[in-house]
């Protein structure tokens, strides 16, 4: 192949690209660069999967979803895109770079001093977290992958999950053509989290950017991330640092690496005398003050971002731009505040964006 199929993130001169790696991919690596706390990653580069799609398997992909209404019966929809998925990921067991996927986490093993490091496999759209949208939630991911065989299976998969029922959806309502996106594919090291969770760089309940709000929960964030748990939720002040709100929850079950398989996750109970512990403590609060206030003022644009906790350490696994209250007026301050207290968010969160 002419084009890289593989880049290591936060590694060589030259920063990489949304259209090389995708929005995540892109994050990440200017998050290595600003100095943030990232696990060891690859990408598998946008040129990669373009160059597995072309020729007749691009046109045969682009038969399909031209034919397919993006308002259509919700089950004609998910049949039509679960084989659009199927014909992908079969189609590609040979592609062109297999082989460089395998030497680079083979790279990745020795980065990491582990002959099969777990990572985790995610998919990084070209057309994901922009300023003025986000297609969180709409590809698939991939955790405690195992293995150089389970690492190329898992980068199709996440190819394929280009083409679900939501992600097509979500495309045509924005305008935005299946052939005009492409796939990249993160591969990090798996952090083996005792926590995880969000961080907000405004209050999103009513957009307020003097505000961090941090949410999470014992093991990994996956289950805080789909919806499925209640969180833990902090609400910080930037300037005085004050914890302004603590509500701890109950918190019964966590998810962990499948103790049985050692690959893939599983839901386990949570100790009782923890159930009702504060999942995250001071220092790694400050520590998401000091990396919430960095990547904002850098971006010059409000934030989100997953962090995964490994012992005192915090991990950022992605960062994105908030999409609901970023395109409104900053909330307004009274008016006896408003000249200091402006000045002081300004320094906060003032900026160029990458």
Known sequence: ????????????????????????????????????????????????????????????LDRRIRALHPEADLTVLTDESAAIRELLFAETEQHGADADI????????????????????????AAEDSADRSFAGEHDSYLWVIGADEVSAAVRRCWASLFTARAISYRARDGVES?????GVVVQRMVDATAAGVFMTLNPANGDRSKVVIESVWGLGEPLVSGTVTPDRFVIDKITREILTRDIA???????????????????PVDDADQSQPS?????????????????KHAGTPQDGEFAIDGD????????PETVWSTKP???VSQENRGALAHVLAALTGGTKP
């Open 1 to 60: 192949m002419t084009a890289a199929s593989t880049l290591h993130i936060g590694m060589g001169d030259n920063a990489v690209t949304t259209a090389q790696a995708g929005g995540k991919g892109r994050s990440l690596d200017t998050l290595c660069r600003l100095g943030v706390r990232v696990p060891e990653a690859f990408v598998v580069t946008t040129d990669a999967y373009r160059a597995a799609v072309t020729g007749s398997l691009g046109k045969e």
């Open 250 to 268: 109950e918190k019964a079950t966590r998810a962990t690496r499948d103790p049985e398989t050692g690959k893939g996750i599983a839901t386990v």
């Open 102 to 125: 395998r030497v680079a986490y083979a790279e990745l093993a020795e980065r990491t001093g582990d002959d099969e490091p777990p990572v985790a496999v995610r998919s990084s759209s």
């Open 179 to 183: 052939t005009d996106d492409a796939m």
């Open 313 to 320: 350490h915090v991990h950022v696994v992605q960062a994105r």
């Open 280 to 296: 995250l403590h001071k220092g790694h609060i400050e520590q998401l003050l000091e990396i919430a206030a960095l990547i904002e």
């Open 330 to 332: 900053p909330k307004q």
